[in-house]
Nanobody
Framework: QVQLVESGGGLVQPGGSLRLSCTAS????????MGWYRQAPGKQRELVAA???????NYADSVKGRFTISRDNAKNTMYLQMNSLNSEDTAVYYC????????????WGQGTQVTVSS
C-alpha cells in the first residue's frame, strides 16, 4: 500500500519559515519524481516545486528565491523549506509522487495546512 505522509504545516507569522516533509512508503522512492502542490480556498491546485529522481529542481515563479525543495532517497523523504512566507502562501500543501517511466503511476498525500497570518 502506497502512502505519502506530509508533516510540518502550521500557523506562522508573515516573514516566518516552515519546513514541510513528505515521507513515502510502499514505493521505490528513487524511481519517482516528486513535487509539492498547493491549493488555496477557491483556487485550483498549483505546482509549487518539483524535484526529479536525479535531483533537478523546478519552482513556481511566486516562490523562487524563497522556497527550496530537496529529497533524501535514503530516508524516502522530500522536503520543502519555506522562507519569507506571506499571506498568499496560505494553502493546503500536497505531496505528489510520479513514476519516472510511467507518469500515470501517480500518488498524492493527504495534505498539510499552512496558514500565514499575524
Amino acid at each position: 500500500q502506497v502512502q505519502l505522509v506530509e508533516s510540518g504545516g502550521g500557523l506562522v507569522q508573515p516573514g516566518g519559515s516552515l519546513r514541510l516533509s513528505c515521507t513515502a512508503s510502499g514505493i521505490i522512492f528513487r524511481f519517482y519524481n516528486m513535487g509539492w502542490y498547493r491549493q488555496a480556498p477557491g483556487k485550483q491546485r498549483e505546482l509549487v516545486a518539483a524535484i526529479t529522481n536525479g535531483g533537478r529542481t523546478n519552482y513556481a515563479d511566486s516562490v523562487k528565491g524563497r522556497f527550496t525543495i530537496s529529497r533524501d532517497n535514503a530516508k524516502n523523504t522530500m522536503y520543502l523549506q519555506m522562507n519569507s512566507l506571506n499571506s498568499e502562501d496560505t494553502a493546503v500543501y500536497y505531496c505528489n509522487a510520479r513514476h519516472v517511466a510511467d507518469p500515470r503511476t501517480d500518488y498524492w498525500g493527504q495534505g498539510t495546512q499552512v496558514t500565514v497570518s499575524s
